[in-house]
């Protein structure tokens, strides 16, 4: 099976930066994403990661160790829009995707 | 490109009711997923198509219910009979192939179905 474990809640004050880790145990490994998702909508792609190392795009920005199970998203300048639940998917060794709880950002002024 | 669409985007029906739902995929995209979302967790997968075959439905309680996708296009998942612990939001998503890579496997969601059941 597989476990993806993140923090359930973080707060953050606008201007900021905030990193939401997102720790794995899988049966194989195939790949990491991280989505956004605003209370009432869809998830949204942020990135992807499959090779340990930086993954950066504007703001946001995905680092992924594959020995250590680990990886964290980090985000700069925070802005009030910011505030959403971020989705750690693992995909194991089946390349089926599983989701971990999501962590709430609330980004105060 | 027109993304996912999912119809409808709210239902509330009384508990041993039947309730179906309707996704049509991003044009062209052979993966689509059926997820299953409670308030405050992560989507949780229930089946998964290639086309209009089954990757992986380990996770679908078979008992009651059911998804199809006929020509690898629409899909339909359907409930029956619902119970109290089904309200949810029901997501749809595709993404172009099943397989290695963020090209072929980034998911992009339609708006998801508001089940209650009452």
């Known amino acids: 099976g597989q476990n993806i474990d993140q923090p359930t809640e973080m707060t953050a004050t606008e201007g900021a930066i905030v990193q939401i880790n997102c720790t794995y145990q899988t049966s194989g490994f195939n790949g990491l994403f991280w989505y956004q998702q605003h209370a009432g909508e869809a998830p949204t792609f942020l990135s992807y990661n499959v090779l340990d190392g930086l993954e950066e795009k504007g703001r946001f920005s995905s680092f992924l160790s594959r020995s250590k199970g680990y990886s964290y998203l980090l985000l700069k300048e925070l802005q009030m829009k910011d505030s959403a639940s971020y989705l750690c998917?693992?995909?194991?060794?089946?390349?089926?995707?599983?989701f971990g709880r999501g962590t709430s950002l609330i980004v105060h002024p | 490109e027109a993304g996912v669409a999912q119809s409808p985007r709210y239902k509330i029906i009384e508990k041993r009711q039947s309730v179906a739902f309707w996704c049509n995929p991003i044009?062209?995209?052979?993966?689509l997923y059926w997820y299953q979302q409670i308030l405050g967790q992560g989507p949780k997968l229930l089946i998964q198509f290639q086309n209009n075959g089954v990757v992986d439905d380990s996770q679908l309680p078979k008992d009651r219910f059911s998804a199809e996708r006929l020509k690898g296009v629409d899909s339909t998942l359907k409930i029956q009979p619902a119970k109290l612990e089904d309200s949810a939001v029901y997501l749809c998503?595709?993404?172009?192939?099943f397989g290695a890579g963020a090209s072929t496997d980034t998911q992009y969601f339609g708006p998801g179905t508001r089940l209650t059941v009452l």
């Open positions: 998503a595709s993404s172009p192939r």
């Open positions: 998917a693992v995909k194991g060794g089946s390349y089926i995707p599983t």
């Open positions: 044009s062209g995209h052979a993966t």
